[in-house]
């Protein structure tokens, strides 16, 4: 395929797309700690606490009818207080949005069959918009096919945790990746990545995505991908068989980082 066709049917995704344009996964619930309301709840039971005690140490004497009294002034006291707890249980605090250096655009290996560099560029807009995914990478026969969104100046390989992913055909993914002592496999992801997503495709490759925020990736964005990725697949493997995708120097296959139109990552979550 000629490269000028490929270069401009890019070119014409890459102007649709921004990462910075994704409406947001999560919405905070709280400002400094608890929500408004459960600060009132916890604010009415401390001071009915307070003025019980201050009654029962004002009183001339202790009668059972009030000793009865403080001890469900008390008991309401203390629900107030817990109801306020049990509020941020209900309704936690968002974690806040990483902001991730380097340059943003849309890199795609040169030769790729039309419709399948179409199906690849819709994907990974979707991706990006639709999730909570800050850079999209596709592997795929030890060549990386596609990156996205937010660019690493450094080359994706597979290590222990994407062999697993794809021994076991199942995506794998890294809440907070600060904690997991693998994480060293995912420096081709833009550094300061707080969260992966790694979904098998068959066996010959891999989608990663790196997410804005810890915990950001649910459990309908992994059936998402896992649907996409079948999709995909049936094409990979048949422009693999009538190619062979030789595994060349990535410098040598991915064109030009395009930079993707308007796109600015948004201000952390306060």
Not at 25 to 33: C, D, E, F, L, P
Not at 223 to 233: A, D, P
Not at 236 to 254: F, H
Request: proline share 9%; with cysteine; net charge neutral.
């Amino acid at each position: 395929m000629a490269q000028a066709p490929l270069g401009a049917h890019v070119s014409a995704f890459a102007r649709t797309a921004s990462p910075s344009a994704r409406p947001s996964h999560h919405a905070a619930t709280s400002v400094n700690g608890l929500p408004a309301p459960a600060r009132a709840c916890l604010a009415a039971g401390l001071l009915g606490l307070l003025l019980c005690l201050i009654n029962q140490a004002s009183a001339p004497e202790l009668s059972p009818a009030l000793q009865r009294s403080a001890v469900l002034a008390s008991l309401m006291a203390v629900g107030l207080m817990l109801v306020a707890l049990l509020w941020t249980r209900a309704n936690p605090k968002a974690p806040e949005r990483v902001s991730l250096e380097g340059r943003e655009g849309l890199e795609l290996i040169n030769g790729l069959p039309e419709a399948l560099a179409a199906e690849l560029s819709w994907g990974s807009r979707l991706l990006l918009t639709a999730t909570p995914a800050a850079s999209v990478l596709i592997h795929w026969q030890g060549v990386a096919i596609l990156r996205r969104g937010v660019l690493a100046t450094e080359r994706w390989r597979p290590g222990a945790i994407s062999e697993r992913s794809r021994q076991t055909g199942k995506a794998i993914s890294l809440v907070n990746l600060a904690l997991y002592p693998g994480r060293q496999e995912f420096t081709g992801l833009p550094a300061g990545t707080p969260a992966v997503l790694i979904q098998p495709i068959g066996g010959g490759g891999w989608l990663v995505l790196g997410g804005w925020s810890p915990r950001c990736f649910s459990k309908a964005d992994e059936t998402w991908l896992e649907g996409w990725t079948e999709k995909i697949r049936t094409s990979l493997e048949a422009w693999s068989g009538e190619s062979g995708c030789p595994p060349i120097p990535l410098s040598e296959t991915l064109l030009p980082a395009e930079p993707e139109a308007g796109i600015s990552p948004d201000p952390p979550v306060s």
